[in-house]
C-alpha cells in the first residue's frame, strides 16, 4: 500500500528544514552552474591543451550526456542503495571528477571526467528538490521549492559571467577547481544534517536484478537525443548523414524504452508516472520552461557581444541584475502558493513570459542602451518565478511519498532536455532567418537610394584622403555590413516571436490543470 502525504508528514526531521534546504540547495547550485560555466572558457581550454575549439565544444557536449541519463533513473538508484547514501555518493564522485578535470593534461582526458562529473551530477538537483519536498512541512512545501528554484533559474544566469570572470584572472582550470570546497562543504553539511524519511522504501539486496535492456535503451535514445541536438546545427541537422542516423537512434531508443518500461515489473525509469495528467501536463511546461529560460539566456549576451561590443562580463551583468529580483520574487510566490492554486499562478508566468517576449522583440535594435538591455532582461525573466513552483506542485498532485524521488528526476530531466533543445532553436532559427532576411534586404541594394548612399559615402571618404577606387569599396564594403547586421537583428525577433508564441499556448494550458488545495503542497494522494 502506497504511502500518503498525510501519513508521510507525521514524519519530520530531526534539523530545522531551512537549515537543510540551504545544505542541499548548495550541491545542486553547484551542479547547475557547472552546465553553463564552461561555455565562456572554450576557446581558452582548445589553446590551453592544443586542441580546435570545435573540438573543445565535446567538453560540454559529453557532459550534456551523462547527466541526461543518470536524471530519470535517479528513483532506482534512491530505492537501492537509500537517498542520502545516493547523494552522498553524487557530491563525493563530483567533486572528485571537477578536481580532475582541473587537472587534465589532455582533452580525451578532460572529457573522460567531464563525462563522470555530469553523470554524478545528474543525482544532485532531483535529490535536493526530493529532500527539500520531504523534510518541510506540508504548507510550506511551496517556499521550499522557491528555494530549490533559486539553484534552478538563476545558475544558467551567473555561471557564464563567473566562468568569464575565473578564465581572465585565473586559468580555466579554476571552472572546475572551485568545485572542490563548495562540494566538500556540501558533504559535511549533509552527512550531519540529512536523514532519510522512515517511508522511504529500499529493494532488498538481490531482490530486484538490474534492468540492462531498459537502461541500454535509455542510454541510446538520451545519449543520440543529446548530441544530435548539441552538434545539429553545426553539421546542417538531416543534410547530415550523421545527425539524421542521431535522431533516428533517438526516437527508436526512447519509443523502445517507453514500451519496454511500461509494463516491466521493477522498471529503471517510472514511465508509469505519466499516466497522471497534471504530472504529465507539469512535465510538457517544464520542458517549455527549460526551452525558454535557456534560449532568453543565449539570446541576450550573445546579441550584446556580437552588436554591441559588450564584454563577457558586461553582457553577463544584464543577466546577473535580473536573476538577483528573481531571488526576491520566489520568495513571494513560494508564499502565494498557500492562498492561489497552483494552475492560476502557472498561468500568470506564462501570460507574463509571453508578454516580455513581445516586448523583447520590440526592443532589439542596434543601439540599445545597457539600461534598457537589463530592462527588458527583467521582462522576459521574471516571470519565470512564476512557473517554477506552481509548475512543480501540479506534477506532485496525486502522487504517493514513495514516487516523489522517481518524479523529481524526471522532471529534472525534462526541464533540462527542454534547455538543450531551446539551445539548438536559438542557434537553428537564428543562421537559418539571417539568411533569409539578408536575402530580402539585398534586394534593396540595387534602389536609386542606395546607389546614392553608397556614391556620398563614397565622396566623404575620398575627401578624407582614400582613392576614388579604395573609397567605393569602403563604401560598399560598411552598407554590405549594415545590411547584415540589420539582417542578423530581424532574425533575433523571429526568435522572440517563436518563443512569445510557444508561452501563450503554454498560458491557455495552465487552466488545464486540476486544481489543487492551497498550502496542501499540491502532493494530495489520491490512494
Known sequence: ???????????????????????????????????????????????GLGTSYDESTWVLTSYLVSNAIVLPLSGYLVALMGRKHFFLLCITLFTASSFFCGLAPTLGLLLLFRILQGAFGGGLQPMAQSILADSFPVKQRGLAFALFGVTV?????????????????????????INVPVGILAFLLVQQLVEDPPFLKRFKRGAVPFDYIGFSLLALGVGALQIALDKGQEDD????????????????????LVIWEWSHKHPIVDVRLFKRFDFAASNIMFFFVGVVLMSSTVLMPQF?????????????????ISAVLLIFLLAIVGK???????????????????????ISAQWVNLGVSFGSASLVRIYQFTPVGFLFIPITLAAYVGLSAEQTNAAAGLMNFMRNIGQSVGTSIVTTVLAQRVQYHQAVLSEFTSSSGFNDSAQALAGSLARAGMSFYDAQQQALGRLYGMVQAQAAALSYV??????????????????????????????VSVH
Open 1 to 47: 500500500m502506497e504511502t500518503t502525504l498525510e501519513t508521510a508528514a507525521v514524519w519530520k526531521p530531526k534539523v530545522n528544514p531551512w537549515v537543510i534546504g540551504l545544505s542541499v540547495s548548495l550541491a545542486a547550485f553547484m551542479e547547475v552552474l557547472d552546465m553553463s560555466i564552461a561555455n565562456v572558457a572554450l576557446p581558452y581550454i582548445a589553446g
Open 153 to 177: 533559474v538563476c545558475g544558467p544566469a551567473i555561471g557564464p559571467v563567473l566562468g568569464g570572470w575565473l578564465t581572465d584572472n585565473y586559468s580555466w582550470r579554476w571552472i572546475f577547481y
Open 237 to 256: 541537422w538531416f543534410g547530415s548523414t550523421y545527425i539524421t542516423f542521431l535522431l533516428i537512434a533517438a526516437a527508436v531508443g526512447l519509443v523502445s
Open 304 to 320: 550584446l557581444q556580437t552588436f554591441m561590443g559588450y564584454q563577457a562580463e558586461t553582457a553577463g551583468m544584464v543577466l546577473s
Open 336 to 358: 502565494l502558493t498557500a492562498r492561489i492554486q497552483a494552475r492560476y499562478l502557472a498561468a500568470i508566468g506564462w501570460l507574463g513570459l509571453a508578454a516580455g517576449l513581445y
Open 494 to 523: 523571429d526568435v522572440y516571436w517563436v518563443l512569445g508564441v510557444a508561452s501563450a499556448l503554454m498560458f491557455m494550458g495552465s487552466f488545464a490543470l486540476k486544481a489543487n488545495k492551497p498550502g496542501e503542497g499540491g502532493n
